[in-house]
């Protein structure tokens, strides 16, 4: 089968939407591109982010997926190309911006306070009060009910938002992130690499708050390096490879074995059965690569 990448002019030109029916995107970008100095870490990336939909970013270590979210997030200014938020070319200067223009990101080496009860952490920062002048406090009460129910809503039954967040799992602080963008207004959530230092199990559980988080229309983009995580999850798939996108596919047009034979790098694959193989003495190992070709040449575009 022919997987063909979604085209960049039909992107900007045909796709509206999926839930306001616009032609605008909560997000787009349109051949974005990062230069520090001479280095190229990112060049000509086309995607788009919408309202109720979760767009995967894959890609190894260095592909460029970090410098994709940076930009995004306000860390760091693109070069070339164009970063449009609803309509309206932009260019971050700064994460608080981001968050001002509904764009917020949940890291994988979370920022919380181990010790703090869970509602503490859920309002770090942005405490609500009672009381004014020298007679403010912080309205503990309130903090409480309201991290409970935002977690419900999102579907996290916590028995006690007074227990320390560090007896969470990872993948229920990676949850409790989740919820707290959501309440604090997000329109757009940047998950970085959110399964990677998780099992099977905690990848789940995050798997379906990012699926709770796209219901309630949220724009999600989830980059990961796997692809087992990224489909069951994923509306669009960009692949990054070395600062380069090498595909960008909707859902209908592409498989689980086709996305995971581009990641596995076929290319790359047969490089090094070639170079074993002169170097001999290894052909058990050239015999296990080529059947690894073999599994993944059905899975490669033509």
């Known amino acids: 089968m022919s997987t063909e990448p979604i085209k960049q002019e039909t992107l900007l030109q045909n796709e509206q939407d999926p839930l306001t029916h616009t032609p605008v995107h909560l997000m787009e970008l349109n051949g974005v591109g990062k230069r520090y ?8 990336v086309t995607m788009a982010v919408d309202n109720g939909r979760v767009t995967c970013v894959l890609g ?3 592909a460029g997926k970090s410098t994709l979210i940076k930009i995004i997030a306000g860390l760091h200014q693109h070069d070339e190309g164009t970063f449009k938020i609803m309509g ?3 260019k971050l200067t700064s994460p608080r911006e981001a968050l001002d223009a509904g764009i917020a990101s949940v890291y994988q080496d979370l920022a919380v306070v181990p010790l703090m009860p869970i509602w503490r952490n859920f309002f770090l920062g942005s405490e609500l009060t009672v009381g004014k002048g020298p007679f ?3 309205d503990v009460k309130r903090m409480k009910t309201v991290t409970k129910k935002e977690l419900a809503d999102m579907g996290i039954d916590l028995r006690d938002v007074d227990q320390p967040i560090g007896q969470l799992s990872g993948g229920e602080r990676q949850c409790v992130a989740i919820a707290r963008a959501v309440y604090f207004g997000a329109k ?4 970085d690499e959110p399964t990677a230092a998780l099992g099977v199990k905690q990848s789940g559980v995050v798997l379906r708050y990012i699926l709770q988080a796209r219901d309630r ?10 692809p087992h995580h990224a489909y069951p999850v994923g509306d669009r798939f960009l692949i990054l490879k070395r ?29 090094l059965a070639h170079e074993l193989a002169e170097l001999g003495g290894h052909s058990d190992v050239v015999q296990e690569v080529e059947s690894e070709i073999a599994g993944s040449g059905s899975q490669r575009p033509d």
Do not use: C, W
């Open 37 to 44: 100095g001479n280095i190229i870490a990112l060049s000509d």
């Open 60 to 62: 190894d270590n260095g």
């Open 136 to 138: 403010e406090r912080m």
């Open 217 to 226: 229309g949220l724009g999600v983009i989830f980059i990961t390096h796997n």
């Open 88 to 90: 309206q070319d932009r």
């Open 243 to 271: 600062g380069k996108s090498i595909g960008y596919y909707d859902k209908k047009d592409i498989k689980l074995d086709e996305l995971t034979g581009l990641m596995a790098g076929g290319a790359e694959l047969q490089e």
């Open 188 to 191: 757009a959530l940047i998950l």
